[in-house]
């Protein structure tokens, strides 16, 4: 189905939102910095079709803008947070982490990556 890049320092989400996109038959790649993600695509070379980042992460918008360049048709979901009091100019959504993960966010996630 494609393949999911998920950058987030808590790794609880990313390994959750990761299992569940895994389960739907997408590949999931967690990352807990750019730094990781971008060590973690040079060494598996593979395409990326959607990016969960938390844009409050030092380097983000620079890590959108090399990804966009090299993978053209990536589409970006950001986290709810912001980049110096600014959102993310470069997303193509917008979602909040669940206070509870379970079956119900889950199915919430799957449709805002399938619906990009």
């Known amino acids: 189905m494609g393949t999911v890049l998920i950058v987030d320092d808590d790794l609880h989400f990313a390994f959750w939102l ?11 790649l967690p990352a807990k910095s750019t ?19 938390n844009p409050a992460l030092p380097g ?8 966009r360049s090299v993978h053209g048709n990536l589409k970006v979901i950001c986290l709810d ?3 110096d009091g600014e959102p993310l100019p470069i997303a193509d959504a917008w979602r909040s982490k669940p206070d509870v993960v379970d079956e119900l966010s889950a199915l919430e996630w799957l449709y805002v990556i399938r619906s990009l």
């Open 81 to 83: 947070g912001e980049v």
């Open 35 to 53: 730094p990781d993600a971008t060590a973690l695509l040079a060494e598996l070379k593979v395409p990326i079709d959607v990016l969960v980042l």
């Open 18 to 28: 990761g299992q569940t996109l895994d389960g739907a038959g997408y590949e999931s």
């Open 60 to 67: 983000s918008v620079d890590f959108v803008r090399a990804l």
